[in-house]
């Protein structure tokens, strides 16, 4: 589903970078007060759907990337850049700001 995905968008993130699908935030809180927008925290969970093939070294060689399509991750909640493709919101972002990788 993740590669169908990103070949639909046509994005292919470049050297050590992700596009990530965020999972957003909870609606309501434990005890069902219902939140507005603006009192909502900002997604840090999301599905990546496309990886960079790897940071260029110095050696002329690509690093290995640890994350691939299909990954659910936690990032830095001010990390990456948010874009907009076909009205769906997504995040770019390095793969150094990845924090960690859900069920792995």
Do not use: F
């Not at 169908?4 to 609606?27: C, G, N, S």
């Not at 005890?31 to 110095?58: S, V, W, Y």
């Not at 050696?59 to 299909?70: A, H, L």
């Amino acid at each position: 589903m993740a590669t169908a995905t990103a070949k639909k968008l046509k994005l292919r993130p470049l050297d050590d970078r992700v596009v990530v699908h965020p999972i957003e935030a909870e609606e309501r809180t434990a005890g069902g007060i219902l939140l507005p927008d603006t009192a909502r925290e900002k997604p840090q969970r999301g599905t990546i759907i496309a990886a960079g093939p790897g940071k260029l070294l110095d050696s002329g060689k690509r690093g290995t990337m640890d994350v691939k399509e299909g990954d659910e991750i936690v990032y830095g909640k001010y990390s990456g850049t948010e874009v907009e493709v076909s009205g769906e919101k997504y995040v770019i972002l390095r793969e150094s700001d990845i924090l960690a990788v859900v069920g792995k």
